[in-house]
């Protein structure tokens, strides 16, 4: 009798060390396939697993991120393209082929009828260092357009400017996050980490633990304030007024780091002045903060050895979002807080890679390593790189919000690629926004679901997931980290590397574009290579064995640059520069006909546009539609219940949604979260009006009037 062999076990493939693919933190996590090799699970086929080694998370995790895999599952994305005969019909399925010919022919005719700058790219602030990077590339090699910019102008950009201003060199956070807990005081302005990114939270935790103080700045006591020691409350707009106060009664109060301030700084006569002008009575008057509440912050800052301010996008998205940065970046120059070990300004990015989505190449002005595209030098660094004419380099572009708000208009964008980016939803004054898209002559959207902006396509183009691709990201720390793929995407998905090589070669540029990440990013060291984000030190290897590489980091042997400023700043002559800033009012302030502050943000189920989280059935739980927040006293003057619908009304728009009726938010203010399209679209009512230096949009104040509703459909 011949015997048989045992079966064999059909073996698990080992789990995979990766990164979440929401916010900036980029959590590290551990994914592992769900049944054995070969099976074909009906729900998402990896889990997400804990990573405690990773120092950023420490293993912690959202839901967001525990429930990332969701959208890998089958039925739950795009698998193969779409494309629009005819203006107004349907999407129809297509071949790659079809799809990729349909948007190079019709990208190569409006160039040739209207000129290069006719055509643009839009990029996101989620996608990899590679593809940011090779975006940039193709529009301005291939296409040879000025136009390229990226939903990341809508992040951090009044911070970055600032912090440019000020240092000399932009980096969202010139520390660890692990620093956090070790300084005396802590001042988060406009931030509520507790629901946009909670695996933070252990920090502040941490902070008070260690002895630290924590206040927070915000116009609702959200979770984050629930946890400080001193909440000030100021009305949306009163950031700026409010720092100056701040450093008004530091000087007052002989709080002043006098050797600091003449050793390391510049500019102190000039910002002094400004903050004299702005005495208690007159700050509270302008915010509403109580004058002892600011005289309490100010001794709890300026008394501590060392201490921090971070802002984030309650205080940046303004049209005077670089002032007001400006002004609490002053606040650390004068009280000694700054290039110092715990001390110090930072940015709470937002986007997982706005970071790096915007330091190679995606904004109009800027070139990869942080060049400017004005610089002759730089031109020609990366032009070499490139091996094309500097010459041949467009010149700098318009802003985001120019650049939709210019769609199909005379001079404007009549082709656009958009990538990673759900703009009919989060843009500013996004009703507008909506119709400009429409009127283009051509559409492309590359995204792995159907969102709004990509149901207004012509051609929809379906992209892999950060599962199913190599490649890195940057967090808000500057640690440049490594995404690795996990498994194969569907059969009809493409990478945007192979979408970009394929669309190159088709309009005339056949070399240049590697459609694997880790030769990009290869690519990418060398244009980097000398520039304020110096990547050129920095290999997949080293990011691998070293959990994150922190940028500058010049050389293979250098070790990363964990710590900023500690000896110098980076301006021509190290000394950091205080901004003349004083306070002005905001673009719309309340009136008779709109009596009313609003404000928006994000809520702790849901992230950015909504676009992947709202097709996650746990987190739409959790989360399940829009709502209009408003204080007992405003509820009832309306006459209005919990749960009734609200029309609220801008000089823009409308929308309509449940209210939510809650002591936590001021009496003049109400709150809306801008996660959902439809009536309930929070940007359909928000002010497109600009910050003069960071081109950032004012979504965090606009006037308006509130009333009862009729309830609506999709509300």
């Known amino acids: 009798m011949t015997p048989t062999a045992a079966p064999v076990a059909p073996t698990t493939p080992a789990a995979t060390d990766t990164h979440c693919p929401y916010c900036s933190l980029q959590c590290g996590m551990r994914l592992a396939p769900v049944g054995p090799a070969g099976s074909a699970p009906a729900g998402p086929p990896v889990e997400v697993l804990e990573r405690p080694d990773f120092p950023v998370n420490r293993g912690a995790l959202c839901g967001k991120g525990r429930t990332a895999p969701a959208l890998l599952a089958r039925g739950a994305r795009l698998t193969g393209p779409l494309l629009r005969d005819r203006p107004g019909g349907p999407l129809r399925s297509a071949s790659w082929p079809e799809a990729l010919d349909r948007v190079a022919t019709g990208l190569a005719r409006v160039r040739a009828e209207h000129g290069p700058d006719a055509v643009g790219v839009f990029g996101g602030g989620g996608l990899t260092n590679e593809k940011a990077y090779l975006l940039g590339k193709f529009a301005r090699v291939v296409l040879g357009t000025a136009n390229i910019d990226y939903n990341g102008r809508f992040c951090m950009s009044s911070a970055a400017a600032a912090h440019r201003r000020a240092f000399g060199l932009d980096r969202g956070l010139p520390f660890p996050l692990a620093d956090l807990p070790h300084t005396g005081c802590l001042v988060l302005v406009g931030a509520n980490p507790a629901e946009t990114m909670p695996p933070a939270v252990r920090y502040l935790r941490e902070l008070r633990e260690n002895g630290g103080t924590l206040i927070v700045v915000d116009p609702r006591r959200t979770r984050t304030a629930e946890l400080a020691d001193l909440h000030l409350q100021p009305r949306p707009g009163g950031d700026l007024a409010l720092a100056l106060g701040l450093l008004h009664l530091v000087i007052a109060d002989g709080l002043l780091d006098q050797d600091f301030i003449a050793e390391r700084t510049s500019g102190f006569a000039a910002a002094r002045e400004s903050a004299m002008a702005h005495w208690p009575d007159r700050v509270e008057r302008i915010t509403g903060v109580p004058v002892h509440q600011l005289r309490l912050a100010a001794r709890m800052f300026g008394e501590a050895a060392t201490g921090m301010v971070l802002t984030a996008r309650g205080a940046e998205q303004h049209s005077k979002g670089t002032d007001t940065v400006g002004a609490w970046i002053n606040l650390c120059l004068a009280t000694g807080k700054s290039g110092r070990p715990y001390s110090g300004y930072g940015c709470l990015t937002g986007q997982g890679n706005g970071q790096g989505g915007r330091e190679h190449g995606q904004k109009a002005d800027q070139l990869p390593g942080y060049r400017s595209i004005e610089?002759?030098?730089?031109?020609?660094?990366?032009?070499?790189?490139?091996?094309?004419?500097?010459?041949?380099?467009?010149?700098?572009?318009?802003?985001?919000?120019?650049?939709?708000d210019g769609l199909g208009r005379p001079g404007g964008v009549k082709a656009l690629l958009l990538a990673g980016s759900n703009p009919a939803v989060s843009a500013p004054n996004a009703g507008q926004i909506t119709e400009r898209l429409r009127a283009l002559d051509l559409l492309v959207v590359a995204d792995l679901v159907l969102s709004e902006t990509a149901r207004l396509a012509d051609v929809v183009l379906p992209v892999t997931q950060w599962a199913e691709e190599d490649g890195t990201t940057t967090n808000l720390e500057g640690r440049v980290i490594l995404r690795r793929r996990a498994l194969d995407p569907p059969d009809g998905v493409r990478g945007e590397l192979w979408l970009l090589r394929e669309l190159a070669a088709r309009l005339?540029?056949?070399?240049?574009?590697?459609?694997?990440?880790?030769?990009?990013?290869?690519?990418?060291?060398?244009?980097?290579?000398?520039?304020?984000?110096?990547?050129?030190?920095?290999?997949?290897?080293?990011?691998?064995?070293?959990?994150?590489?922190?940028?500058?980091?010049?050389?293979?042997?250098?070790?990363?640059?964990?710590?900023?400023?500690?000896?110098?700043?980076?301006?021509?002559?190290?000394?950091?520069?205080?901004?003349?800033?004083?306070?002005?009012?905001a673009a719309e302030e309340p009136d008779e006909a709109y009596p009313l502050y609003l404000t928006t943000g994000r809520v702790l189920a849901q992230y950015q546009s909504g676009a992947q989280t709202r097709r996650v059935a746990e987190l739409n739980a959790a989360a399940p539609g829009p709502y209009v927040e408003l204080h007992p006293r405003l509820a009832q003057r309306l006459g209005v219940a919990d749960g009734e619908p609200l029309a609220v009304t801008s000089r823009r728009g409308r929308a309509v949604a449940p209210a939510r009726i809650t002591e936590a938010i001021r009496p003049d203010t109400v709150f809306m979260p801008f996660h959902w399209a439809g009536a309930g679209r929070a940007n359909s009512l928000t002010n497109p009006a600009l910050d003069p230096v960071s081109r950032m949009p004012e979504f965090k104040l606009c006037a308006v009037r509130v009333e009862r509703a009729h309830r609506e459909a999709g509300t």
């Open 508 to 585: 005339g540029v056949p070399d240049g574009f590697p459609a694997e990440a880790e030769q990009a990013f290869e690519e990418l060291r060398r244009a980097s290579a000398g520039g304020d984000a110096d990547y050129a030190g920095i290999s997949y290897a080293r990011i691998a064995a070293e959990d994150g590489v922190f940028w500058p980091c010049p050389a293979e042997g250098h070790p990363g640059t964990p710590r900023l400023f500690l000896d110098r700043y980076a301006t021509p002559d190290g000394r950091a520069r205080f901004a003349e800033v004083t306070h002005r009012p």
């Open 375 to 404: 610089d002759p030098a730089a031109r020609a660094h990366v032009a070499a790189v490139w091996g094309v004419p500097a010459a041949s380099l467009p010149g700098p572009g318009v802003s985001a919000y120019e650049l939709l």
